[in-house]
């Protein structure tokens, strides 16, 4: 049993900041890789951060620069430093583990608007 919560999403203006936590728990051994992906409406799930085990990055050309992923293996959890929002970061953005097969999140709201 593994579960996979996000949290932090919410409304911002652009420009602004934003943070989002995912902590996962249940029956967790190695995790190999963390993500962050992202939904719009109209549009399909896209890659936004990855973070492997040992600490290698990678992100989305569209957030390189502003977003930060980061990872406490100790404590299971990612998270997503966002900055310098623009309105097209608005989204769902779920939270996803990889270990052994793919666990995700429910997802949470992020609105950058004024």
């Given amino acids: 049993q593994v579960q ?3 949290s932090g999403g919410g409304l911002v203006q652009p420009g602004g900041s934003l943070r989002l936590s995912c902590a996962a728990s249940g029956r967790i051994f190695s995790i190999y890789v963390m993500g962050w992906y992202r939904q719009a409406p109209g549009k399909q799930r896209e890659l936004v951060a990855t973070i492997t085990s040992g600490g290698f990055t990678d992100y989305a050309d569209s957030v390189k620069g502003r977003f930060t992923i980061s990872r406490d293996n100790a404590k299971n959890t990612v998270y997503l430093q966002m900055n310098s929002l623009k309105p097209g ?3 769902v953005y779920y939270c996803n583990l990889f270990m052994k097969r793919n666990y995700w ?5 992020v609105t ?3």
């Fill in 89 to 91: 970061a608005t989204a």
């Fill in 4 to 6: 996979v919560v996000e």
């Fill in 105 to 109: 999140g429910q997802g949470t709201q």
């Fill in 112 to 114: 950058v608007s004024s």
